[in-house]
T-cell receptor, first 116, second 111 residues
C-alpha cells in the first residue's frame, strides 16, 4: 500500500536550467497539492489540482512555475530558469475524492531542490 | 488573513517530562485543524484532525485539544523517539484546498 511518491528525492540544477518534480498520489486519491518549504520556514501552499484541472493556484509564483496533473501519469511541478532562491524542499500531498470535510492531506517524502 | 502561530519555537525536555505545545490560529470559519509530525528530511506525517471547539483526540502519548482560538498538543511522559518538529495547520471553510501551516515546534527529548 504505497503512500504518496515523489521523485527525484534530490535534484541539483544550475541557474537558468529547468526543474521537473513528479508526484504520484496515494491509490484512490485524485486531489494533489504542492507545498514549498524554505529552510527554517513553514510549509507554504502553492497549488491544488484535480485530474486535468488546476483548482487553486493562489500560492504559485506568477512566473517560471507551472503545474499539471494529466489524466494519466503523475502530477508535475515545473520550474523554468531556476534561481538560487528556488532552493527548497517541495512536498506533494494527496487526498481522496469526495472526502468528507475537512480534507486530510497525506504527504510524500519531498524533493529537495538545490540550485547552484 | 488566515494565520497560524506556534509556540514555543523549540522545546527541550527530559524523557518522562510532560509538556504542551501551543497553536494559536485566526481563520475565517474553521473547517478543520490538523496536527502533523515531521522528522528531519521527511514529509509531514498526519497525526490528528480536530473539527470543533471542545474536541479532543488521543494517540499513544499525544493528546490534541481545540478551543475557538487555539489548540494544544499535550505530550505525556515523552520518549526520545518523540523528538521531531510538530506542525499545526488550519483549513478554512472558504477554501476547499489549501492548508495554512504554522512554523512548527522543534521538540527534543533527552534520554
Amino acid at each position: 500500500n504505497a503512500g504518496v511518491m515523489q521523485n527525484p528525492r534530490h535534484l541539483v540544477r544550475r541557474r537558468g536550467q529547468e526543474a521537473r518534480l513528479r508526484c504520484s498520489p496515494m491509490k484512490g486519491h485524485s486531489h494533489v497539492y504542492w507545498y514549498r518549504q524554505l529552510p527554517e520556514e513553514g510549509l507554504k501552499f502553492m497549488v491544488y489540482l484535480q485530474k486535468e484541472n488546476i483548482i487553486d493556484e493562489s500560492g504559485m509564483p506568477k512566473e517560471r512555475f507551472s503545474a499539471e496533473f494529466p489524466k494519466e501519469g503523475p502530477s508535475i511541478l515545473r520550474i523554468q530558469q531556476v534561481v538560487r532562491g528556488d532552493s527548497a524542499a517541495y512536498f506533494c500531498a494527496s487526498s481522496p475524492a469526495l472526502a468528507p470535510p475537512p480534507d486530510e492531506q497525506f504527504f510524500g517524502p519531498g524533493t529537495r531542490l538545490t540550485v547552484l | 488573513e488566515d494565520q497560524v502561530t506556534q509556540s514555543p519555537e523549540a522545546l527541550r525536555l527530559q524523557e518522562g517530562e510532560s509538556s504542551s505545545l501551543n497553536c494559536s490560529y485566526t481563520v475565517s470559519g474553521l473547517r478543520g485543524l490538523f496536527w502533523y509530525r515531521q522528522d528531519p528530511g521527511k514529509g509531514p506525517e498526519f497525526l490528528f484532525t480536530l473539527y470543533s471547539a471542545g474536541e479532543e483526540k488521543e494517540k499513544e502519548r499525544l493528546k490534541a485539544t481545540l478551543t475557538k482560538k487555539e489548540s494544544f498538543l499535550h505530550i505525556t511522559a515523552p520518549k526520545p523517539e518523540d523528538s521531531a518538529t510538530y506542525l499545526c495547520a488550519v483549513q478554512a471553510r472558504s477554501s476547499a484546498s489549501k492548508i495554512i501551516f504554522g512554523s512548527g515546534t522543534r521538540l527534543s527529548i533527552r534520554p
